[in-house]
C-alpha cells in the first residue's frame, strides 16, 4: 500500500515575493534557494497551461520547509487578505519561537498586527496569531511550562 514517507513543505502563493520573503527570513527561515519553474512539468502539476511562477524555498531551523510562490504567468487571482481563522482552507503556519511577547513587539514596529490577542493556554503555552504580508496568518507559540 502506497503511504506517505515524510512531511516536504507547505506552499503559499503571494504577490509580492520579496516582501514575503523577507518577512519569513526576519522570523529566522533562511533560503534555500530561488528559481523560475515553467513549461509542461508546472503546466501538468498545477492545471494551468503556459503558466510560469517563481518560487522561494525557506527552511526553518529544524529543516521544516516554506515554499513562496510568485505566479509571473497567468496573474495571481486575489485572496481574502482579511480572512479569519474560521474561514476554509490554509489558516495559518506555525511557529515556536523563544521570545513570543519580543516578537509580536518587533513584528509590530514592522507593521504586522495581531488577529486576536495573546492567549496562553493551561499555563504550557503562549499563543498569538500575527497577520503577515498578504494577509498570511502566522501562529507564534511559546512553551511556558
Known amino acids: ?16 515575493l520579496d516582501t514575503a520573503t523577507k518577512f519569513f527570513v526576519d522570523l529566522g527561515l533562511e533560503v534555500e534557494g530561488r528559481t523560475f519553474v515553467e513549461g509542461e512539468f508546472l503546466d501538468t502539476v498545477c492545471g494551468i497551461p503556459d ?21 509571473v504567468r497567468p496573474d495571481h487571482v486575489p485572496g481574502s487578505p482579511t480572512a479569519m ?21 518587533r513584528l509590530a514596529a514592522q507593521g504586522y498586527g495581531l488577529v486576536g490577542g495573546v492567549g496562553e ?8 496569531y500575527v497577520r503577515g504580508p498578504e494577509g498570511i496568518i502566522v501562529s507564534l507559540t511559546e512553551r511556558i511550562h
Open 1 to 16: 500500500m502506497a503511504r506517505i514517507q515524510r512531511f516536504d513543505h507547505v506552499g503559499i502563493t503571494v504577490a509580492d
Open 85 to 105: 481563522p474560521n474561514e476554509l482552507g490554509l489558516r495559518n503556519v506555525c511557529f515556536e519561537v523563544d521570545d513570543l511577547m519580543a516578537l509580536v513587539d
Open 121 to 128: 493556554y493551561e499555563d504550557y503555552w503562549r499563543m498569538a
Open 51 to 71: 503558466s510560469r511562477t517563481e518560487i522561494v524555498m525557506l527552511q526553518s531551523p529544524d529543516g521544516a520547509r516554506l515554499e513562496l510562490a510568485r505566479f
